[in-house]
Nanobody
């Protein structure tokens, strides 16, 4: 059984930082692309950052220069370092594992709230 467990969310003031973690189990992690998504109230879920098996990354324009995605294959984990947080970054953040082109696994989400 594949499970993804996010942690590290919380309440932070604008300009602050948070580091999200996502621990995977039940699947060969190192051979799967990973991503972080977020969903704010009343909005669609959107891609925040993604990382390939080789370590290549891409980011949403709204977070470029502020967020950094990384992975540690030895720990079966992916991270999202978030800096210079803004109130508009408030959302539930989810990690996604791409098992195949047709199958994704999602974590349960972690709430990030940025106060102004």
């Amino acid at each position: 059984q594949v499970t993804l467990v996010e942690s590290g969310g919380g309440l932070v003031q604008a300009g602050g930082s948070l580091r999200l973690s996502c621990a995977a189990s039940g699947i060969a992690f190192s051979s799967r692309p990973m991503g972080w998504y977020r969903q704010a109230p009343g909005k669609q879920r959107e891609l925040v950052a993604a990382i390939t098996t080789g370590g290549s990354t891409n980011y949403a324009d709204s977070v470029k220069g502020r967020f950094t995605i990384s992975r540690d294959n030895a720990k079966n984990a992916v991270y999202l370092q978030m800096s210079s947080l803004k109130p508009e970054d408030t959302a539930v953040y989810y990690c996604k594992l791409e098992a195949t082109r047709l199958l994704d696994y999602w974590g349960q989400g972690t709430q990030v709230t940025v106060s102004s």
